[in-house]
């Protein structure tokens, strides 16, 4: 054990030592993250200031048509002519006879901006509202008796708690996607230096003096790469507390609903627990393909197929149409993206949740392997 404590540290002090290690594995997870939350809800305030002071211009049609309908929308947009308008609404024949008896009058939206339609949409549902009450005014029944079935929907899958709230699954997937991703990249420049950078320097073969052997060696090295890997992500965390305190309106918002999905006991044990598993995956396959590699730059290009294989898995996980099942549970980092995604957004399921553990562990234990024979290779010791 002591032997482990002296090579575990021998390595650490190397990459502290090093600044581009440094810069990868705190300076930018300490900003990345915090900056992208900042920006996002930086640019959600403006859209949300220049979506409540823009004025639509909206055109009635027939002209005939809808006068009590113009004269509710002209205090919420401004009415032009068709040719003018970025949104058409089209009434439908004998509209104003239809609705205000007892018929169905029939309105069609048209317009090729999804956000000023979608605005003037609830206006229509506003008007609509506001004929429904006039009906039931003139009848004197109750609001109830027109609704007679009120339908909640709840989590898909499951007859107990609440439904699965949009924007904590939105969170869930942001926080999801920052851990994973900054976990692998912050194993990246360690795993680099401690294989193919020593080889390349001629260090590595003066470990052999050492009385420790090659597996105390690479334990020593993947404990330090995974550590890496776990600083960045605790990093990335703690960048948002500072703009949590300086922020305010839809960043502060953001960061608030990150910390909040991220601080309690459970989530915490919860992503402690994946990280840790993933860290390991991430610092034993990259520090085999570092080892087998001759120079830094050799395994920089070996690396990055395996970056963009990750991206792609990584974006895959956090689509809400990508289900968390048995079968996607069984394929490293694309079952850990939706454990955490589906846990922290309050979906955990047991089976999958076992399943992944169950892979994340058996993969671990491959390239931890694939790692062991590469270090017991004389070349990567010995220059041929």
């Not at 002071?53 to 032009?80: K, M, Y």
Request: one cysteine or more.
């Amino acid at each position: 054990m002591s032997t482990f404590k002296t090579v575990f540290l021998k390595e650490l002090r190397d990459i502290l030592r090093d600044r581009r290690t440094l810069h990868m594995m705190i300076v930018v997870p300490l900003v990345f993250y915090p900056a992208v939350s900042f920006i996002l809800g930086t640019l959600q305030d403006r859209e949300a200031r220049n979506l409540s002071t823009r004025v639509i211009q909206v055109a009635v049609t027939p002209p005939h048509e809808g006068e009590p309908l113009r004269e509710f929308l002209s205090t919420r947009a401004s009415l032009v002519e068709p040719w003018k308008a970025e949104v058409e609404v089209v009434l439908s024949s004998g509209f104003d006879e239809q609705t205000v008896g007892t018929g169905t009058g029939y309105a069609s939206v048209h317009s090729q901006d999804e956000i000023a339609a979608a605005r003037v949409n609830g206006w229509l549902n506003e008007f609509r509202q506001s004929l429904l009450a006039g009906r039931q005014a003139r009848l004197e029944q109750s609001p109830s008796f027109f609704r007679p079935l009120v339908i909640q929907s709840s989590r898909q899958g499951s007859r107990e708690g609440p439904g699965l709230n949009i924007k904590t699954a939105l969170y869930a997937g942001m926080c999801t996607y920052f851990l994973v991703f900054l976990t692998f990249t912050g194993s990246m420049p360690p795993a680099i230096d401690l294989g193919a950078g020593e080889k390349e320097r001629g260090t590595l073969e003066t470990l052999l003096t050492s009385p420790a052997s090659r597996s105390q060696i690479l334990a020593g090295k993947l404990a330090v790469v995974s550590l890496s890997g776990l600083s960045s992500a605790v990093m990335s965390c703690l960048g948002l507390i500072p703009v949590n305190l300086l922020s305010h309106g839809g960043a502060r918002q953001l960061t608030r609903e990150a910390l909040q999905t991220l601080g309690t006991l459970e989530n915490f044990v919860f992503i402690a627990a994946l990280l840790v598993l993933l860290s390991i995956f991430f610092s034993s396959l990259l520090l085999s393909i570092s080892l087998l590699s001759r120079s830094p730059r050799e395994a920089h290009h070996r690396i990055m197929p395996v970056m963009m294989l990750v991206t792609v898995l990584l974006l895959a996980g956090i689509l809400p149409s990508v289900p968390f099942n048995t079968w996607t549970a069984l394929v490293p980092v694309l079952n850990a993206v939706l454990c955490l995604r589906t846990g922290l957004a309050g979906h955990a399921q047991l089976i999958p949740l076992a399943l992944t553990c169950a892979s994340l562990l058996l993969s671990s234990f491959l390239t931890i392997r694939l790692a062991a024979r590469a270090i017991n290779r004389e070349s990567v010791f010995f220059k041929p």
